[in-house]
């Protein structure tokens, strides 16, 4: 009896070891064959460093520079305590920095999570040398955006910032890792696929202590194509001077081809400060800041009414259907009656008799009240989107708006109202609703300046080693008759003693241009120029825009004035 039970718990011990077995080495495999190898061999991964940006004549703006971070590999630590000590020395890291780093590696125990970014160099030496005593702790190299210039064109290249979980589970797809850094705004997310490099690493293998025995493979990385510009780094600089501390924008363009030369847009903000450590507080003031808006790009997705620059559309749509001549005239009171509502002009007393060139020379409304009641709101409309407004001008930049270029039907959609005549008055100088962005009035103004041809602005000519292909400008259909007396206004304003953009001439340089005073319910008007030089053959075209400026005669002309001043002084002109 004795014997019988013995044998009985030999067999059930027997077949508890033949079920443990079972389990640990059948089911259990993959599990811990995966231990064993993380435990025995690490991946460092290299990144791909991300393309340099430079100018058009090949200077730097945008470049990538090592950093190094300090990380912890929760399964190597050994000696806790004097890990501690060594990061506290070292990183003047306090202990509850230290133990909430702990507990976070210990969800992923064989992978390296980061302790400290981009410390300086002679601390990862120290560091590195110090762990061949105290295990557990390793350094990893990065590859860190550096904007050289730091406020320079920080509307052009955008900035970047590190994915997120949501969007990991997308971009994993893609070769992104946690805590790759990926282009939101400008041309850093325009050319993100071109500028991103691609990440390599090396497999290795360690001791126990975590100490690297030998390298068992190595993937190079490569990096990034590079991005030269159109932008001119002097022209870039001067029209950033000039703009100060005003809120506003200047674009400058080459018209023949659509190169951009400088694009500024005020308040501006530093894009190191989306990748340096320790700057989360500036980010999130910048991004907060509701009243200077430093983060928007005015240039090309600040909304506002053109005023009077608008009339160039106006007077060429006019000429166009025959609703004037050139030698029409209009009689300038000081306002315009239509109905019961009277409309002024902005010269108390007026203006007297008027034609088309000294209207746009004078920009007096009433002569483009008739202009546009003669012309009707249908035409209007026709020839505002003919000039490329109501749409994006297709700038290679993200965020790009498209405005507003209104008419009956727009109306009745987003207003349930219908389209009445004194809108019309108002739409024909620049007013009402009526919404554009700086960069469409400079595609306005190339237009004149390209002899009736509209051309689509760019800032990138080569990705990589590959040229990018010429812009070249399309014509809108205007007679050469049309072009030809709306560029003679120009040319009036500019260079008559009586016109309203004479502060924009400049000695040695034909300019041509038209002035903007918007008006504005949120307070001061919005002050605008527009033009080109030189008048004969332009090579330059430009637009500055001041929000809240006061009169477009004013700043407007004299800023348009220092930065033809300079493409002159550069060889531009």
């Known amino acids: 009896m004795r014997d019988r039970f013995l044998i009985s718990a030999l067999s059930f011990l027997f077949v508890l070891i033949i079920i443990g077995l079972f389990y640990n080495q059948i089911l259990m495999y993959g599990y811990y064959a995966k231990l064993s190898r993380n435990n025995s061999i690490r991946v460092i991964p290299i990144e791909g460093p991300r393309g340099n940006i430079f100018d058009r004549t090949g200077q730097p703006l945008v470049t990538s520079r090592l950093s190094f971070d300090a990380a912890i590999i929760y399964q190597e630590i050994g000696d806790r305590k004097k890990l ?217 997705s600040g909304l506002y009414p053109p005023g009077s620059v608008f009339k160039i559309v106006t007077s060429s749509a006019a000429l166009e259907q025959n609703k004037i001549t050139r030698y029409t005239r209009f009689f300038c009171p000081g306002f315009y009656k239509l109905g019961h509502s009277q409309f002024n002009c902005w010269k108390d007393g007026g203006h007297g008799s008027q034609n088309v060139v000294e209207g746009i020379k004078n920009s007096c409304n009433v002569f483009f009240y008739n202009t546009g009641r003669a012309l009707g709101v249908d035409r209007l409309e026709s020839y505002t989107k003919l000039f490329g407004y109501g749409k994006p001008t297709g700038i290679d930049l993200t965020d790009e708006v498209g405005g507003i270029a209104p008419g009956r039907e727009w109306k009745l959609f987003h207003k349930r109202g219908i389209w009445y005549e004194g809108e019309t008055l108002n739409y024909a100088i620049g007013q009402g609703y009526l919404s554009v962005t700086p960069i469409q009035v400079l595609e306005m103004a190339a237009v004149m300046a390209n002899n009736g041809n509209l051309v689509r602005p760019r800032l990138v000519r080569r990705v990589g080693s590959s040229d990018l292909p010429n812009q070249k400008p399309k014509s809108i259909g205007l007679k050469d008759e049309t072009v030809q007396v709306v560029r003679m206004g120009l040319f009036e304003a500019v260079n008559n003693e009586s016109g309203t953009a004479k502060r924009a001439k400049l000695e040695g340089a034909t300019v041509a241009g038209k002035t903007g005073t918007a008006q504005n319910p949120q307070g001061r008007t919005h002050a605008w120029f527009c033009g080109f030089a030189p008048y004969n053959d332009p090579k330059v075209c430009l637009v500055v825009f001041l929000e809240h400026g006061g009169k477009g005669g004013l700043e407007p002309a004299e800023i348009a004035r220092g930065i033809f001043a300079e493409a002159k002084q550069r060889g531009y002109l």
């Open 84 to 300: 501690m000590s060594l990061l506290s020395d070292q990183l003047g890291l306090s202990g509850a920095q230290i133990m909430d780093a702990f507990e976070k590696a210990s969800g992923r125990s064989y992978e390296p999570v980061t302790i400290a970014e981009d410390i300086p160099k002679e601390k990862a030496l120290a560091l590195e040398e110090a762990g061949f005593d105290v295990s557990g702790i390793v350094i990893e190299t990065r590859s860190r955006r550096n904007y050289l210039h730091k406020h320079f064109g920080s509307h052009i290249f955008g900035y970047l910032s590190e994915v997120t979980d949501n969007e990991l589970e997308t971009l994993k797809d893609y070769g992104y890792r946690m805590k790759d850094l990926i282009g939101r705004a400008g041309l850093e997310k325009y050319y993100e696929s071109a500028l991103r490099g691609v990440d390599g690493g090396t497999q290795i293998e360690v001791d126990s202590r975590g100490h690297q025995t030998r390298v068992l493979g190595l993937k190079e990385p490569a990096s990034g194509q590079d991005l030269q510009l159109t932008i001119d780094f002097s022209m870039q600089i001067a029209c950033d001077k000039l703009l100060g501390d005003r809120k506003g924008a200047i674009v400058v363009m080459d018209p023949r081809n659509g190169d951009i030369l400088a694009l500024a847009s005020h308040p501006t903000f530093d894009p190191n400060v989306f990748v340096e450590r320790g700057t989360s507080e500036e980010r999130m003031k910048l991004l907060n800041d509701k009243t200077g808006r430093p983060m928007s790009n005015k240039a090309i």
